[in-house]
Structure formats: C-alpha cells, structure tokens
Nanobody
C-alpha cells in the first residue's frame, strides 16, 4: 500500500507564498501522476494541480493557473509552489496519486491514494 505524506502547510498573508511537498513511500505505476486536491469544510473537493512523469505533463485548475507551479523533485516527491496567495486559497490540501491525469481533470473522480492533508490558511 502506497503512503503519501504532505508537508509545508501553514498560515500566510494574502499575496504571500508557500510550498507544499508530497512524498510517496514508493514509486509505482499507480502513482505515475501525483498532485493536489483541496477542500473547504462544507464545500466540494477541488482538483488543484497534477504532475505526471516521465513526460512531465501537468494540469492546473483555472483558479490557480499562473500562480501555482507543480514540479517533480524526484521519482517519489512532488512540490507545489503557491504564489500570490488569496484568501480563497484557504483550504485543507490533500496530496493524491493515481495512474492518470484524467483523475484531476474529470469532475468527481477519486484518486487511488490520498495523504492525510495539510492546512493552508491565507489571511487578508
């Protein structure tokens, strides 16, 4: 069973930056794509960004494109650099892994693997 561990959450003022990291316990075909979802209590889960190796394909939600950058640190770790943060970015951020990028692009699909989540709070 693959385990995902997030780090890097915290509190920041609007306009600031944070970097989240997600480390998988192992590399497997089912973790070919690794990325992030976020959720606010009482709201729908939102796909944020994903990186698929080895070709390096990426996808971003329109709400974060141009402000967030996802990159591969190594075969088991991805990082999400979040810039120009807004109060509406406040959420619990969950690392996730799956075989295909479509898991992020298609509404309602559930990734095969999830992390425990890390809180990001942006204050005005």
């Amino acid at each position: 069973q693959v385990r995902l561990e997030e780090s890097g959450g915290g509190s920041v003022q609007a306009g600031g930056s944070l970097t989240l990291s997600c480390a998988a316990s192992e590399y497997a075909l089912n973790t070919h794509c690794r990325g992030w979802f976020r959720q606010v209590v009482g709201q729908e889960r939102e796909a944020v960004a994903v990186f698929c190796g080895a070709g390096g394909s990426t996808w971003y939600a329109s709400s974060v494109e141009g402000r967030f950058t996802i990159s591969e640190v190594n075969k088991t770790t991805v990082a999400l650099q979040m810039g120009d943060l807004k109060t509406e970015d406040t959420a619990m951020y969950y690392c996730a892994a799956d075989r295909t990028l479509n898991t992020w692009k298609t509404l309602g699909r559930t990734p095969r693997y999830w992390g425990q989540g890390t809180q990001v709070t942006v204050s005005s």
